[in-house]
C-alpha cells in the first residue's frame, strides 16, 4: 500500500513526485474505467465495484436561492434517480447482459469524458475521496442522441487488481432536473 | 363573432361553440378513429398535431388531472409547480389547510408567476413587473397601482384563472371545467380498483418525498394505454430482463413462473381500467423482492388490509396490478409508483413519478418501496426502461404514411368482458385483454366530439 503517497497527494498545492504520481493514478483509473464502459466490458466494470458500494444519483430541483442549499438534491429517505447496493447493481448487470434487455439490446453508443479530477481528502490508509466532472454522450439505434453532465463524488478504495482501486461509493449529481432523454439504461 | 371578456376567473373548460368551428376534425372522422366492434383503432390518434390541439381543449381541458398527493404540500405555504395538460399550475396549501389551484401565469403579460418546482411560500410575486399574489391566487398587490394604472382597473379581476380541486384518498386532482362532474362521480365504479393502493389502512398513503421527471418522445397515449389495459407486455416479452435483474442470485429466468390467472376491469363510465393477476406472487417478488411482497400479502398490514377492505382477495391476492383514471393518472398498486402523463406535443411525454406508501408501515418497509421502485419504475429502472424503448419505436415508425395508414389491432378479448365475476364488480375479462384500452379510447373519443355534460357525463 501506498499510504504516504496518499497523504501526500491530498495537500493542495503538493507538488510532489508522490502526490503527482497519485494524481496520475487516479485519472489513468478513470480514463481505464470509461473505457470498460464505452467497450461494453461491462462483466469488468461491475468488477469494480466493491462489496459495499452505493451507487446514488439523486433527483434534482429548481428551487429558489433561498432554499436551495436545504431542498435542491432530493435526501437519503426520498426519491433519486438510482440508489444501488451491490445486489441490486448485480441485477442490472444481469439485464444488460441479457439477450431480452431491450433498451440496450442493440447496444447503445457512449463515450464517458471524466476530466476535473480532485483528490479531496484522504478517508483512510486505503481510501480517498475523489471528484470528477464528466460527459457522457450516447447514440443509440438510428439517431438517437444524448448528452448528459454532471459531478461524481467518489470513494475509491485500494484494491489488488489490475486497475489499482476499486469503486466504494459513487454519488453522481447530473447537471439535469427533468432528464432529457426516454431512460438512463447507461451507467455514470 | 363577439369576444367574451373573460379577464373572471372562472373557467368554463372547452368552449360547446369551438366544437362546430374546426374544419380539419369533424365529429364524424373522430369517430372513426376507434372501431370497437371490429376491434381496430387509427393511429393517427397518436401523431395528428389538429387533434392533439383539439385533444388539449376538450380533454385536458374538462378531465380531471392527476396533480400529486396531498402530503407533496403538508403545511401552509406549501406548493408545488405542475402541469394540466400543457398549462402550468400552482398547486398550494392554503393557511385553512385547504387546497388550491391556479393557472401559473401572470395575467399582466402572462409571465409565469412562479419559477421553481416547489417549496415553501408565504405569497407569489412575479418576476417581470412585480405583480404579487397571495396563496389563494389572489392579486394583492400591484406596483405604482394609483400612480400609474387607471380608474377601471380592479385587482379582484386580475388573478390568475383558477381551476377546481378534490381530493380522493390522498391523490389530488383538479379540473378546469366548472360544469365538469364531481370527481368521485368521474372515477365512477373505478374507485373499487384504487383502493387496493389508497386504502388498506385507516392511516391512509404518504408520499415518498421527490418527483422524478424525464422525457419520452412518444405520445402520452401509448402510456396511459398501457397502466390502463396491458398486461400482456409484461406477460410474454417487454419485461423479461426486468424480471431477470430482480431474481435471487443464481436463479435463472426459466425458473420463475408467470402467472397465468388474472382479471382486467372496465369502468363503466370514464375510461378508467385495471388488470391484475391473482395469487402467484413470482412476478411480484421480481419487481419488489421479498421484503415488500411479503409485506404485501402476509403480515400484520396484510390482516389489517384484508379487514379494511373486506376481502382476503382484494387484500394479498392481487398482483402486480395495472391502473389508469383517465387521461393521464396511472399507477401500479402493490408496487405503489403513481404518475401523470404530461402531454409534451403529440410525438412527445414527460413522465412525473413518485411513490406513496402506507402511512403507518415500519420505516424499513418504506425504506424498501423506496429502494425497489427507484430500481424498478423509474428513469433507470430496470422495467420501465424496456417501456420507454418500445413507446419510442411505435411513435418513430409512425413518421411513415403508410404507417399511419394501417389500423391497429385491438381486438382482444372482444366480446369476452361481463359483469357478474363473484369476487370483482364491474365489467370483468381475462388479465390479457384490451377490453380496457376500447374503454379508454371510447372515452377520449366522446370528450373529443361531445360539446355537452349533459351528454358526456355519467
Ligand atoms: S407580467 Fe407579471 S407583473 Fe407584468
Ligand atoms: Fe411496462
Known amino acids: 500500500m501506498i499510504d504516504e503517497k496518499m497523504r501526500a497527494a491530498t495537500r493542495q498545492g503538493d507538488i510532489s513526485l508522490e502526490a503527482l504520481s497519485l494524481q496520475h493514478e487516479v485519472e489513468q483509473f478513470y480514463y481505464r474505467e470509461a473505457l470498460l464502459l464505452d467497450r461494453h466490458e461491462f462483466n469488468d466494470w461491475f468488477d469494480l465495484l466493491d462489496e459495499d458500494i452505493r451507487y446514488f444519483m439523486p433527483i434534482r430541483t429548481n428551487r429558489t436561492r433561498r432554499e436551495q442549499k436545504k431542498l435542491e438534491y432530493t435526501k437519503d429517505n426520498e426519491f433519486a434517480h438510482f440508489d444501488d447496493d451491490l445486489t441490486m447493481m448485480r441485477g442490472r448487470q444481469r439485464k444488460l447482459m441479457s439477450d431480452v434487455g431491450w433498451s440496450e439490446n442493440p447496444a447503445s453508443r457512449t463515450r464517458h469524458i471524466v476530466g476535473n479530477v480532485l483528490i479531496e481528502e484522504e478517508l483512510s490508509a ?5 471528484v470528477s466532472s464528466f460527459i457522457v454522450y450516447r447514440n443509440r439505434l438510428e439517431r438517437q442522441v444524448d448528452i448528459f453532465a454532471g459531478e461524481r463524488l467518489d470513494v475509491l478504495r485500494r484494491a489488488e487488481n489490475e486497475l489499482g482501486f476499486k469503486i466504494a461509493k459513487r454519488t ?17 | 363573432m363577439t369576444v367574451e371578456k373573460t379577464k373572471t376567473r372562472l373557467n368554463i373548460g372547452a368552449d360547446p361553440r369551438e366544437f362546430q368551428k374546426r374544419p380539419s376534425w369533424t365529429n364524424e ?71 388550491r389551484v391556479f393557472l401559473n401565469q401572470c395575467p399582466h403579460r402572462g409571465m409565469r408567476i412562479c419559477r421553481t418546482d416547489g417549496g415553501n411560500a408565504k405569497s407569489f410575486t412575479c418576476s417581470y413587473h412585480g405583480w404579487a399574489y397571495d396563496l389563494g391566487g389572489n392579486l394583492i398587490n400591484v406596483p405604482y397601482e394609483s400612480e400609474a394604472f387607471c380608474s377601471d382597473f380592479n385587482k379582484s379581476e386580475w388573478g390568475p384563472t383558477h381551476a377546481r380541486v378534490e381530493t380522493y384518498k390522498g391523490l389530488v386532482f383538479a379540473n378546469w371545467d366548472k360544469n365538469a362532474p364531481t370527481l368521485l362521480e368521474y372515477l365512477s365504479d373505478a374507485t373499487y380498483y384504487m383502493d387496493h393502493m389508497l386504502d388498506r389502512t385507516p392511516a391512509g398513503t404518504e ?72 395469487g402467484e406472487p413470482g412476478m411480484m417478488l421480481a419487481i419488489m423482492g421479498p421484503k415488500v411482497t411479503e409485506y404485501w400479502t402476509d403480515s400484520e398490514a396484510a390482516n389489517r388490509a384484508e ?24 399507477f401500479l398498486p402493490g408496487i405503489n409508483t403513481v404518475r401523470t402523463w404530461q402531454p409534451r406535443g403529440p410525438h412527445e411525454t414527460e413522465i412525473w413519478a413518485f411513490t406513496v406508501v402506507d402511512a403507518d408501515a415500519p420505516e424499513e418497509v418504506k425504506e424498501e418501496y423506496r429502494r425497489q421502485t427507484l430500481r424498478t419504475f423509474s428513469a433507470g429502472g430496470v422495467f420501465e426502461q424496456d417501456d420507454g424503448e418500445n413507446w419510442v419505436e411505435i411513435q418513430s415508425v409512425l413518421r411513415g404514411h403508410q404507417a399511419r395508414k394501417r389500423r391497429f389491432n385491438i381486438q382482444m378479448g372482444k366480446g369476452r368482458s361481463g359483469v357478474g365475476n363473484k369476487d370483482f364488480p364491474g365489467s370483468i375479462g381475462y388479465v390479457y385483454n384490451e377490453e380496457a384500452a376500447r374503454g379508454l379510447y371510447r372515452q377520449w373519443i366522446r370528450m373529443m366530439t361531445e360539446p355537452s355534460w349533459e351528454t358526456l357525463g355519467p
Open chain 1, 126 to 130: 486505503s481510501e480517498l475521496s475523489v
Open chain 1, 172 to 188: 453522481i449529481h447530473i447537471d439535469q432536473s427533468t432528464i432529457l432523454s426516454n431512460n438512463l439504461s447507461l451507467f455514470f
Open chain 2, 207 to 278: 408520499v415518498i418525498g421527490g418527483m422524478q421527471k424525464w422525457v419520452i418522445p412518444c405520445n402520452w397515449k401509448f402510456a396511459a394505454e398501457q397502466f390502463c389495459s396491458d398486461m400482456y407486455h409484461a406477460g410474454t416479452v417487454s419485461h423479461l430482463s426486468g424480471i431477470e435483474a430482480g431474481l435471487p442470485e443464481g436463479m435463472e429466468l426459466s425458473d420463475t413462473k408467470i402467472p397465468t390467472v388474472g382479471y382486467q376491469f372496465r369502468a363503466k363510465w370514464g375510461g378508467h381500467g385495471t388488470g391484475f393477476y391473482v
Open chain 2, 307 to 330: 379487514k379494511h377492505l373486506g376481502s382476503a382477495e382484494r387484500a394479498r391476492q392481487l398482483m402486480v396490478q395495472h391502473m389508469t383514471v383517465f387521461p393521464t393518472c396511472s
Open chain 2, 29 to 99: 372522422d373522430i369517430l372513426a378513429l376507434l372501431d370497437e366492434e371490429d376491434g381496430t383503432l387509427d393511429p393517427r390518434i397518436y401523431t395528428d398535431e389538429d387533434l392533439y390541439r383539439l385533444e388539449q381543449e376538450r380533454v385536458f381541458g374538462r378531465a380531471w388531472i392527476l396533480l400529486g398527493h396531498e402530503t407533496h404540500v403538508p403545511k401552509p405555504g406549501d406548493f408545488l409547480t405542475t402541469y394540466m395538460g400543457e398549462d402550468p399550475v400552482i398547486l398550494v396549501r392554503q393557511k385553512d389547510k385547504s387546497l
